[in-house]
């Protein structure tokens, strides 16, 4: 024999061969083995116990390498098997080797599975009910406990069989649970881990009912009495099992106490079921020994136990928490639950503390305890750490928790009466909203839309920690995977929940609702003056305007802007999701109530943004047939809430106005609901002859609004049809309009917008739309502020009758009242510029004058209208009409000829209605001023006429009389009247062709009053002293008129040697004396008029019919008068040294009409002199002040060394004084200066400037080398195309330039030429 045969060879010769064979792999030989043998060896006492093992292993080896041999020796006969199986059952009894039992309970449970045999296993179990039944003691039984587990753990498929079919060993099994020892307890229990645990869970549905209840009380007992944490772990395990069934569920939770602490003599094995049965109906569940055992194992500190113990308590829950939950609660399991939470990091044991504490919150008695005021501390910090796992479902699982304590909490009872918890929760909500799980992100988002109740918040509130948790869900919208439009169309049929695109929109969805509990509870706070001022803030935090309300508000208003509106969308742009458009609806209505500031600039973008529509389209697809209440609820309180912002910020009055506003908000509150149709419906609605008035009107006004926002709901021609249509409709019905006035207003506005487009309306129409707007009784309430609304009543000689005037009059009323600024006052500049000064008198007007420009361009009859206003009208808006008059006369070069002799007759009229009047009490001379002012401003833009017999000859003869004679009859304090008429007279002898000039200058000569007039008022001026006060001397302005027109007058008087009948006095030493001395206090277009009257009277050589010259000992000293004096007179030899230093002394302002005027005057004043005495023209040009001022000049800026006016003052005094005041430097300076800027750069004035200056310096001895007069030559050769008689000589006749209240022609400042 070898040693892998199992024969015993004492007697295996005694025994038939054919219970032996050969077993085992070929490789490495094949033992043999004798049943026969095997079965003697262990039932013999004399064999000794490793014999027994090692035969025992020989089997067990041949078993597992010769699967199937065993099984056909045995089923030679079916007694020896069984012989076999209880001689091994047996040996479990008496057997005390531990390893031999080992061998014995591995060879039964191979033998069983080598068999297949359903008889082998009911055998058995048959068998240990037998020894189980007969014996006292369960001492021994340990071994055959622990082959059952064993066997039940290798065929888990006999545990069906065995609860059905062995029920009395149930019953054995059940009675071992009352055995004192602890391992042989914990075999026991094993067995019905593996029974009850097997795949399928059968067994345990199958479990007789009786046996079961049986059990669950022993199970309590063992648990409740157990020391051993094997046997504590295994009960756990097996009760775990047994909570999933709920009849185990309903005898564990009512099973008395009493029960669970009996005696271990008591006899529970008889009646059990009777006995417990009577117990569940005496006794109350609150005395429930369960929630107390499983309390104990959560106190015992093992992770193990409290995992397990937690999954039985959220087993039994799953059940009924209504039911089952009050016990729990009771024997304060919540609170050990939460303290579980405060000190573990377990990954499944906060994920089964969660779970039991999510279905404890379903029972209100776990608040009314206060466990989740106790709890909530661990739960945040347990909810941080867990967000740090990697199993993401634990976070989640917390946060579920969190949202059902923040959501059922009891409003009464605060969790967070202080910050610093409140704090805490918002750091970890936005740790999940922030977490890489969109999961855990979702949930974080419901948990933070109960977190924003008003319950909730802490007192302070905690402003900046709100605005924080939003800012942390609205960027998390960027992450968002959503569909595209796409991607929409191929998923509308299915939808997979797990997919990127859904995850996403379940976000944007939570995110959403939560978003607007925030924007309520803004709302809840702004209405109660406590919070809003945050009273309870601590002394040092108080100015910090992050933490406030109004930050939280922006906050909103700023995501709601940036981040939500687009989002959503692009989200519901191809399948709108009502779950989604309710709460963004809602966000967007809570703008209007939070921060109502700043709600028109976001109500103007909403509508210009498509809104209106978008919200339209979304009612009549998702809220038709009563569908979706809630989505239609938010829909019109938002078309409401932005409608009554849009209408706030219109035109009419006040008073008004509010009433329509409210009468509006009333009308969309009650109608909108019911407006329910797509955007291409309205059409057919609105001409519904029978459709509801009230939702026709909320039509109108949604058209109005967002058309006057940009946005067409409609085409034009179907709003303009439609809006008839209904006008009609409501006249034929009630007789004259009965629509309210805001919705007529709206009517009207929607005409007017869509005309252009539309077909022109025949009379009938016309009828009806006049008939509508008279209904109204007061018109400005239907007017609003649009060019369309001119256009449309100006298109139709019916309309622009009867409301023509008026539109026009409101239009101007609701115009700024500051007139546009058309030509800039050139007396403020303080630099002198190079070309001439009248490039700001192109700036352009503003947008609503320019509206009235392109309507008088298209209906001439409104200018009429204009002109009719500033006659008749008021005094602010004739004035305005005159400013809009002034713009169109200057602007419309094109039809300004058949313009203004559409207005001259009519100006003609009105000033000889005036003469007729008395000026100074007459009932329209408060229109005077404005008349004239508009007269000047027609003769200074009407070009020349072509002919010399101009057809309007007459009427401007007729104007200039009348405005003289109006002229000479004012007041000489009547300024404002007074300065326009003088200005138009200035205007018309400069502006006036030369045929024109001589019977104006005569006919205005021989007017004894103006010529009274202009003596009295430069009379004022020369007799007050500068000490006076300003209202004893005329207005500068005034003075400078009287200057400019009496200047016109001697020159045309000296060209057509017109009759003076009456001169005026002037003081030749006074003006001297003021441009000598006073130039610092006198208005500089003032000192321009003293130089230009100065400049014509010493071309006049100081003589003149028109004016009487006065002289003084300052200018020609004493008499008997010196020679020079007497030559000079009545300027004298002193007063033209005096006149040329303050002239000298003008020259260095630098101001571009005193430089022009100075120069101007300067060389008439050195040509009077070299006529009457030219010594005394030397020796004034060769002053030392002159050089001083040609260094001054010299040292400046380039720009203002190549000024005209500069180089035509160099020209006189090289032609005056030669060398005396100019050097070669000097002139070599002014060459090279030409040479750096080029010769195209320079005016024509200035080219023309220049070439005299340098054919002067040609013929003079001032340049003395040879290639200094061929740069000069070669200057002159280049400026000779430049500075020709046409280029040189521009046209200035009527060029007129507006200088504050003064009008100056540029051609009286050009640089005379010699």
Not at 324 to 343: E, H, M, Q, R, T
Not at 483 to 501: K, L, Q
Not at 698 to 725: E, T
């Amino acid at each position: 024999m070898t040693s892998a045969d199992v024969v015993y060879d004492k007697i295996h010769f005694r025994h038939d061969p054919k219970w032996s064979g050969r077993l085992g792999a070929v490789e490495g030989g094949r033992g043999l083995l004798c049943v026969a043998c095997v079965i003697e060896m262990i039932e013999s006492e004399d064999v000794a116990s490793a014999r027994k093992s090692h035969a025992l292993s020989g089997v067990s080896g041949m078993l597992k390498s010769s699967p199937g041999a065993l099984r056909e020796l045995l089923q030679q006969d079916h007694r020896v098997s069984l012989h076999f199986t209880v001689s091994l059952l047996g040996m479990l009894q008496t057997t005390e080797n531990p390893v031999t039992l080992e061998k014995v309970e591995q060879v039964l449970v191979q033998l069983l599975l080598e068999l297949q045999s359903e008889l082998s296993f009911h055998f058995v179990f048959d068998e240990v009910n037998k020894q189980l039944r007969d014996q006292l003691s369960l001492k021994r039984f340990l071994a055959t406990f622990r082959f059952l587990g064993s066997l039940l753990n290798a065929a888990p498929h006999v545990a069906n069989r065995l609860v059905t079919e062995h029920v009395p060993l149930l019953n054995n099994l059940c009675s071992a649970l009352l055995c004192a020892d602890e391992t042989l307890k914990t075999s026991v229990v094993n067995v019905w881990l593996q029974m009850l645990g097997a795949p399928g869970a059968s067994a345990a549905q199958s479990l007789p009912s009786a046996v079961r209840d049986r059990l669950c009380v022993l199970l309590l007992q063992t648990l409740a009495s157990a020391d051993s944490l094997q046997l504590i772990r295994i009960c756990v395990g097996l009760l775990l099992q047994l909570v999933q069934l709920g009849e185990a569920v309903s005898v564990l939770m009512n099973c008395p106490g009493s029960q669970i602490v009996c005696d271990e003599n008591q006899d529970v094995l008889a009646n059990n079921s009777q006995i417990l049965s009577q117990n569940q109906e005496q006794q109350p569940p609150d005395n429930c020994p369960l929630p107390l055992v499983l309390k104990k194992l959560l106190l015992s500190g093992d992770e193990t136990l409290q995992v397990t113990s937690s999954k039985c308590i959220a087993s039994v829950l799953v059940h009924s928490p209504a039911q089952y939950s009050g016990p729990f609660i009771k024997a304060n399991v919540p609170g050990f639950l939460f303290d579980c939470l405060a000190c573990t990091s377990n990954e499944m044991l906060l994920w089964s503390v969660y779970s039991c504490l999510v279905l404890l919150t379903e029972d209100p008695l776990f608040f009314s305890q206060c466990h989740s005021v106790y709890g909530i501390d661990s739960l945040v910090r347990s909810l941080k750490e867990a967000l740090t796992l990697t199993r993401l479902e634990v976070p989640k699982q917390g946060l579920l928790l969190l949202t059902e304590i923040l959501e059922r909490q009891p409003p009464s009872v605060h969790l967070f009466p202080s910050g610093p918890g409140f704090v805490a929760v918002s750091e970890a909500l936005v740790a999940g909203v922030s977490s890489s799980c969109l999961l855990v992100a979702t949930q974080a988002a419901s948990a933070a839309s109960a977190f924003f109740r008003l319950n909730h918040q802490s007192r302070p509130v905690q402003y900046r920690e709100l605005e924080g948790l939003i800012e942390a869900i609205t960027n998390r919208f960027s992450e968002l995977t959503l569909a595209s439009s796409s991607s929409h169309r191929r998923s509308s049929r299915r939808s997979n929940p797990c997919s990127p695109s859904s995850r996403s929109e379940a976000f944007l969805l939570r995110a959403l609702v939560s978003i607007q509990a925030a924007c309520r509870l803004a709302e809840e706070c702004a209405s109660d003056p406590v919070l809003k001022e945050n009273t309870f803030t601590a002394p040092h935090k108080q100015s910090d305007t992050q933490d406030s309300l109004d930050a939280l508000c922006r906050c909103l208003l700023r995501c709601c802007d940036s981040v939500w509106i687009p989002t959503v969308i692009r989200t519901c742009e191809c399948s709108p999701n009502a779950q989604m458009l309710q709460p963004f609806y809602s966000i967007l209505s809570s703008q209007f109530s939070l921060l109502p500031s700043l709600m028109p600039v976001f109500a103007d973008k909403l509508a210009s943004s498509g809104f209106y529509g978008l919200a339209v389209e979304h009612k009549g697809l998702l809220c038709a047939d009563n569908r979706n209440p809630g989505l239609n609820a938010c829909c019109c309180g938002f078309l409401q809430k932005l409608s009554v912002c849009l209408l706030s910020q219109s035109e009419p009055p006040p008073a008004p106005h509010q009433r329509d506003v409210a009468e509006v908000e009333t009308l969309l509150l009650h109608n909108l609901p019911s407006l329910c149709c797509r955007l291409s419906d309205w059409p057919s609605l609105l001409c519904d002859h029978q459709g509801p008035r009230a939702t026709q009107c909320c039509v109108l006004i949604i058209l109005h609004l967002a058309l006057q926002r940009g946005d067409r709901l409609l085409p034009d021609q179907a709003v303009f049809s439609s809006v008839m249509w209904l006008l009609q409709s409501v006249q034929e019905e009630q007789g004259g309009c009965g629509l309210p006035r805001s919705v007529l207003r709206s009517a009207l506005y929607l005409l007017a917008v869509t005309q252009e487009n539309s077909p022109g309306l025949d009379g009938a129409r016309l009828n009806c739309i006049i008939k509508s707007l008279s209904s109204c009784q007061s018109f400005p309430s239907l007017y609003f502020h649009h060019p369309a609304l001119l256009h449309f009543i100006c298109r139709y000689p019916e309309l622009a009758e009867r409301f023509g005037p008026l539109v026009l009059e409101l239009w101007l009323s609701n115009k700024d009242a500051t007139k546009p600024s058309v030509v800039a006052d050139i007396q403020e500049k303080g630099e002198i510029k190079g070309t001439h000064a009248d490039e700001s008198q192109d700036q352009e007007p503003d947008s609503e004058t320019t509206a009235l420009l392109t309507l008088m361009e298209k209906y001439p009859a409104v200018t009429l209208t204009l002109l009719d206003m500033m006659h008749t009208g008021d005094s602010p808006l004739a004035e305005r009409a005159l400013g809009v008059l002034e713009v169109f006369l200057r602007g419309r070069r094109d039809c300004k000829k058949d313009l203004c002799a559409g207005l001259r007759p009519a100006l003609l009229q009105a000033l000889q209605r005036l003469n007729v009047d008395d000026t100074g009490h007459g009932a329209h001379v408060n229109s005077l001023p404005l008349l004239l002012k508009l007269l000047g401003v027609m003769q200074a833009s009407e070009p020349p006429p072509p002919t010399l017999h101009s057809n309007m000859e007459g009427v401007h003869f007729k104007l200039l009389y009348h405005v003289s004679n109006v002229a000479g009859r004012l007041q000489s304090t009547n300024t404002e009247t007074l300065l326009p008429a003088l200005n138009y007279l200035y205007c018309c002898l400069t502006v006036s062709p030369p045929h024109c000039t001589d019977r104006a200058v005569s006919m205005l000569l021989s007017n004894s009053g103006l010529m009274d007039q202009l003596q009295t008022i430069l009379s004022s001026s020369s007799s007050s002293a500068p000490s006076l006060s300003p209202p004893a001397s005329p207005p500068s302005a005034l003075l400078c008129c009287c200057h400019l027109l009496l200047s016109s007058l001697v020159t045309l008087q000296r060209v057509h040697s017109a009759q003076v009948h009456k001169s005026i006095g002037w003081s030749l030493d006074t003006a001297v004396q003021r441009l000598l001395l006073q130039k610092r206090n006198t208005d500089k277009l003032l000192l321009v008029s003293y130089l230009r009257f100065l400049q014509v009277l010493l071309d006049a050589d100081l003589v003149s019919a028109v004016v009487r010259l006065s002289t003084g000992p300052g200018l020609v000293g004493s008499r008997p008068l010196e020679v020079e004096d007497g030559a000079l007179f009545p300027l004298g030899s002193r007063g033209a040294r005096c006149l040329s230093a303050a002239l000298s002394g003008l020259l260095l302002q630098k101001h571009e009409f005193l430089l022009r005027a100075s120069v101007n005057c300067l060389g008439a004043l050195l040509g009077f002199l070299q006529r009457r005495s030219p010594t005394a023209a030397r020796l004034v040009s060769s002053q030392p002040w002159s050089r001083f001022l040609l260094v001054c000049l010299l040292g400046s800026a380039e720009s203002c060394l190549l000024h005209p006016a500069i180089l035509r003052l160099i020209a006189h005094l090289v032609q005056d004084s030669g060398v005396a005041a100019l050097q070669e430097s000097d002139l070599l300076r002014v060459m090279e200066a030409v040479e750096r800027r080029g010769l195209k750069e320079l005016s024509q004035e200035a080219a023309q400037a220049l070439r005299l200056l340098l054919t002067q310096i040609q013929t003079s001895v001032l340049l003395p080398t040879e290639e200094h007069r061929h740069r000069a030559r070669t200057l002159v050769e280049a400026l000779g195309p430049q500075t020709s008689d046409q280029s040189c000589s521009p046209d200035l006749s009527n060029h007129i330039l507006r200088a504050g209240d003064v009008s100056v022609c540029l051609s009286d400042f050009s640089l005379l030429q010699d």
